[in-house]
């Protein structure tokens, strides 16, 4: 039943949204742990968390960004074995297929899987995953890679041994195709980790990075200069240094936005409209994603009707575009995905 509030522009807004095939470049699968997942998952490994008491509903409220970060902590105490990681890569592909994502590169943390669990076998856990990946992803049309995060947290050292981590996974061909920067921005600036990003870059990985969340503009800019980043993982905050927008435009850096998350972060501040309107009026190459979309509550699609209601519809069929463009499938993939793209463009101009 549609809400009697709704207007006809938001039926059709959410029309396209469904329609548009979508790139998620954002995207923490340990963030999409189904709250009913984590708590089968809890029981089944006897970790004892509050969370999974209650009701379904509460099970990943929080009010602050550090009970989310306890949360996910609690998520990662439950994802103990291999096999509990390929069940959530078979959850992931049937909730993207449902949203008609098309192509996937999720971020994975092996350094925070072992610092929970030091006993987890990497390798074959990620071999896991990507049996599944590719079966399951061939019967309902997602490809998905893989991005290593290298925790700040856990300092250069282990970050550097999460690079070698990478690179041996990516030689092995299990997907993985670049390493990103996460963790805590604020204390642990992009300079620490330039020489595990050269090692990465230097074996063919491709260079992503967190910044300008909970840092400013210039973690922003040592993300690109210093670390190589292609791509940034939020970025709103480069709109603090006109510089660092120009620099941003100048080199086709695209920013992967999650208003939901930012807003829930603390990156943008309570009550204030999410930047990607101006960010995309300055000619940054935007795109939408969701970061970890079951503990913040939303999908994919949400976060694309979030953008849609801020900066239109057309705007939309261009952030679609740019995360293709922005993504590193294969010419070939990327062609194909655009030529998707341009049959749902047709459409929303020519309903007949």
């Not at 250069?156 to 963790?183: H, N």
């Not at 090692?199 to 503009?217: D, I, K, Q, T």
């Not at 190589?228 to 970025?235: D, F, L, S, T």
Request: charged share 25%.
């Amino acid at each position: 039943m549609i809400d009697p509030q709704t207007t006809a522009a938001d039926v059709e807004l959410g029309r396209l949204v469904r329609r548009l095939p979508k790139v998620q470049l954002h995207c923490h699968l340990e963030g999409t742990v189904r709250a009913e997942t984590f708590r089968a998952l809890a029981a089944e490994r006897g970790v004892d968390s509050e969370r999974a008491r209650g009701t379904l509903e509460a099970t990943y409220a929080f009010a602050t960004f550090r009970e989310f970060l306890l949360t996910f902590a609690e998520v990662c105490k439950t994802l103990q074995r291999p096999e509990d990681y390929a069940r959530l890569a078979r959850d992931y592909v049937v909730d993207a297929a449902a949203q008609n994502v098309r192509h996937a590169e999720l971020f994975i943390s092996p350094s925070v899987w072992t610092f929970f669990h030091e006993d987890l076998d990497v390798r074959e856990t990620v071999a896991a995953m990507r049996a599944v990946f590719d079966d399951e992803g061939a019967r309902r049309g997602v490809t998905v890679a893989l991005i290593c995060d290298l925790t700040r947290n856990f300092g250069v050292e282990r970050a550097f041994d999460t690079a070698r981590v990478a690179v041996g996974l990516a030689e092995a061909g299990f997907g993985v195709v670049g390493v990103g920067l996460g963790g805590d921005e604020a204390n642990f600036p992009p300079a620490l980790y330039r020489e595990p990003f050269d090692f990465a870059r230097a074996h063919g990985l491709h260079a992503v990075a967190h910044a300008g969340e909970a840092a400013g503009a210039t973690s922003v800019r040592d993300a690109v200069e210093i670390l190589g980043a292609e791509r940034i993982g939020h970025g709103v905050r480069a709109l603090e240094d006109p510089a660092v927008v120009d620099l941003l435009v100048s080199r086709r850096i695209p920013l992967e936005l999650c208003p939901t998350s930012n807003r829930l972060t603390g990156a943008v501040a309570a009550g204030s409209p999410h930047p990607i309107a101006e960010l995309d009026a300055r000619g940054v190459v935007c795109t939408v994603d969701a970061d970890d979309p079951a503990l913040f509550s939303t999908t994919l699609d949400e976060e694309y009707r979030i953008a849609g209601r801020a900066c239109g519809a057309a705007a939309l069929v261009r952030f679609a575009a740019n995360a293709i463009d922005a993504s590193f499938a294969s010419p070939r993939r990327k062609a194909s995905l655009r030529r998707e793209l341009s049959a749902a463009a047709g459409l929303e101009t020519n309903p007949a």
